[in-house]
């Protein structure tokens, strides 16, 4: 089915919030538009932080791992 293919294609990300600095337990994993979504929302809500989405899309593209 096409989804599953799309699926394989856009592999699943994991971003921790401790790998951000900050002393939280929280993580996310998706595709990384999901992980945009729910990582924003979360530093929004949790820390206060507004994060702009193409600055976390430019975080998690220069990352080396993923
Ligand atoms: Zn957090």
Known sequence: MWWELARIMMREIV????????????????????????????MKKEHGIEYSPGTLET?????KYN
Do not use: N, P, Q
């Not at 900050?22 to 595709?31: A, K, L, Q, R, V």
């Open 59 to 63: 975080y998690l593209k220069k990352r």
């Open 15 to 42: 971003v921790r919030c401790d790998e951000r600095g900050f002393d939280c337990h929280y993580s996310t994993i998706g595709d990384i538009y999901k992980v945009i979504f729910d990582y924003g929302d979360h």
